[in-house]
C-alpha cells in the first residue's frame, strides 16, 4: 500500500501538535512552590480597608509582571488606592474574558490572632493571615493564570483581562465604580471570574462545588423611636426605649415573602439529589415553600441552616442599638440600624412599606439609611462559562456543581449591570471552619494550602478551555 507523503506529513504534524499540547500541561508541583511564594508575600502586604492602602500590593503585582513580559495600565482615583488592568491579547474571535480580583481586606484587631495577621505563616497543612480566604486566594490564581498562559504561550481566542482592584471591602468610589464609571472600556468582556463561590468540604471529604451567579442587595434601615423623657423613677407608656425594642423584635419574627429564582431553585434541586433522604426532602418541600411541608421546611433551615434560609428571602438583622445616656432619665429617642440584604427582584420602596407595615407604630420612623448601594442582576446558567466551571470543577474536584445566590456582595453586582455575565469561583472550604471562627473576616482567617494549589489549577484550566476553544 502506497502512502501519500503529504498525507504523512500532516499526519506526523498533526501527532507533534498533540504531544505538544500535552506537553504544554504546567509542572504542577513547580507552580505550587511559585504559587506559595507569591500567596505569603501578598498576604504579608497590609492592605487593610479602613483605612486603605493597596499601592504597595499593586507595586508587588507590577514587579511580577514586568518580570513575565506582560502589559499592564494603572488607574487611580486616590494615588495610594491604584487599579491594575493587564491584559494577554488573543485574535478577537471572541470577547473578553476578564479575571478580577479585589487587593484590600478588612482591617484586623491584632491581639485576637494566634499568627500575626500578617505572617502568612504555615501551620498543620494551613496558611493563616488577613486575606487568605478574602481575597488574595482569587488574585493569586488570577496572577498565575496570566503568567502561566503567557508561558505556556497559549494561543488565545480572545483577550485575557487581569483586574486587581482595590476599594471592595467598603470603598468601591476608587475600585470597581471608578473603573465601570471611567475606564470600562479596558475591563469590558463577556464573562468574568472573580470571588464569591467556594467548594465546601464536610469532615474532610468535598461535598459540592458553588459557583455565585446571583447575589443579594446590601441595604440599611434606620429605626427612630420618639417619646417623652423623664425621671427614670417614673415608668411612662410612652418610653422610646421600650418602643424601639419592640420595633425591633417584631421585625426580627417577620417572614419577608419567598421567591424562588433561576439559581436557587437549581441550587436546592441539585443540594437534594446529592443530600441524605431527611435532609433531601427539605430541601424539595423549600421548592413549594408556601405548603405545609415547605413552611416547616423553611423553619428549619431558619434555625439549623441559616445560611440555605437567607437566599429564599430578603433578610433583616438588627446590627446597632443606641438610645439613653444615664441609668435614672428616661431619654427622649432610641434608633436602631438594620442590616437588609434584598433580593435582586425586589422593589426596594414596596419593601420599605412593608416594614413600615408590620411595625405599624407611629412612634417609630422608618427610613432607608445611608448605605453603599449596588445594582441588581444575574448572570445566566446557559453559557459556555458556566458550562466550563461546571466540568473543571466537576472533574478535578470528583463533585457535583450548584449556582448559588450569595447573601454577602461582590463587586461582580456593577459588572452584571452593565451585561457581562459574572461567575464566582473559589477555592476549597471546611463547613466546619466558619463556627469555628477561622473563616472569611474572622480573627483566625486560614486557608488549607493544598486546596489553595487545586483551586489555582482549577482557575487555570477554565480559562485556558475558554480562551482556546
Not at 125 to 144: E, F, P, Q, S
Not at 200 to 229: C, H, M, W
Not at 261 to 287: G, H
Not at 407 to 414: E, P, R, S
Request: proline share 6%.
Amino acid at each position: 500500500m502506497k502512502i501519500c507523503p503529504r498525507l504523512s506529513l500532516l499526519s506526523a504534524a498533526l501527532l507533534i501538535a498533540s504531544i505538544s499540547a500535552h506537553a504544554a500541561e504546567p509542572d504542577w508541583s513547580v507552580v505550587n512552590e511559585e504559587t506559595l511564594a507569591h500567596f505569603q508575600s501578598m498576604v504579608r502586604i497590609d492592605t487593610a480597608d479602613p483605612p486603605g492602602r493597596e499601592v504597595d500590593l499593586t507595586r508587588y503585582l507590577e514587579s511580577v509582571l514586568q518580570a513575565e513580559g506582560i502589559d499592564y495600565e494603572i488607574f487611580s482615583l486616590e494615588e495610594n488606592r491604584p487599579n491594575l488592568v493587564a491584559r494577554l491579547k488573543g485574535n478577537g474571535s471572541k470577547k473578553p474574558l476578564l479575571i478580577m480580583a479585589h487587593q484590600d481586606t478588612v482591617n484586623v484587631d491584632a491581639s485576637k490572632w494566634s499568627f500575626p495577621p500578617h505572617s502568612a505563616a504555615r501551620d498543620g497543612g494551613w496558611i493563616y493571615g488577613r486575606g487568605t480566604v478574602d481575597d488574595k486566594d482569587n488574585l493569586v490564581a488570577a496572577l498565575m493564570t496570566m503568567v502561566l498562559l503567557k508561558r505556556q504561550n497559549v494561543a488565545l481566542d480572545r483577550d485575557v483581562i487581569f483586574l486587581a482592584e482595590s476599594g471592595e471591602e467598603g470603598a468601591t468610589q476608587v475600585g470597581i465604580q471608578y473603573m465601570v464609571d471611567n475606564h470600562f472600556d479596558s475591563i469590558n468582556a463577556e464573562f468574568c471570574l472573580a470571588e464569591g463561590g467556594s467548594v465546601v468540604r464536610q469532615n474532610g471529604d468535598v461535598f459540592y462545588a458553588s459557583v455565585q451567579t446571583v447575589e443579594k442587595l446590601p441595604r440599611a434601615i434606620s429605626l427612630t423611636s420618639g417619646g417623652v423623657a423623664g425621671h427614670g423613677s417614673v415608668p411612662l407608656q410612652t418610653n422610646a426605649i421600650v418602643a424601639l425594642s419592640r420595633a425591633v423584635a417584631t421585625i426580627a419574627d417577620w417572614q419577608p415573602p419567598i421567591r424562588l429564582s433561576d439559581t436557587t431553585t437549581s441550587y436546592f434541586s441539585k443540594l437534594a439529589s446529592i443530600s441524605e433522604p431527611e435532609a433531601a426532602a427539605r430541601y424539595r418541600a423549600v421548592l413549594n415553600p408556601n405548603s405545609p411541608a415547605g413552611r416547616e421546611a423553611v423553619n428549619y433551615l431558619k434555625q439549623y441552616e441559616p445560611r440555605n434560609a437567607a437566599v429564599l428571602f430578603s433578610t433583616i438583622s438588627p446590627t446597632i442599638l443606641e438610645g439613653g445616656y444615664r441609668v435614672n432619665v428616661i431619654p427622649s429617642e432610641g434608633n436602631a440600624t438594620l442590616d437588609v440584604r434584598l433580593l435582586p427582584d425586589e422593589d426596594a420602596p414596596e419593601f420599605l412599606e412593608m416594614v413600615r407595615g408590620v411595625i405599624n407604630n407611629p412612634a417609630v420612623n422608618v427610613e432607608w439609611a445611608a448605605r453603599n448601594q449596588r445594582p441588581g442582576a444575574s448572570t445566566s446558567l446557559d453559557t459556555d462559562a458556566y458550562r466550563t466551571i461546571e466540568s473543571v470543577f466537576g472533574q478535578l474536584y470528583g463533585a457535583p456543581v450548584l449556582p448559588v445566590m450569595s447573601t454577602g456582595a461582590t463587586d461582580m453586582a456593577y459588572l452584571r449591570a452593565r451585561g457581562i455575565q459574572c461567575y464566582g469561583v473559589g477555592p476549597a472550604i471546611d463547613a466546619e471552619d466558619g463556627p469555628l471562627g477561622f473563616g472569611a473576616h474572622s480573627d483566625q482567617e486560614r486557608i488549607i494550602e493544598s486546596e489553595l494549589y487545586r483551586f489555582v489549577q482549577a482557575h487555570y484550566q477554565v480559562v485556558e478551555q475558554l480562551v482556546s476553544q
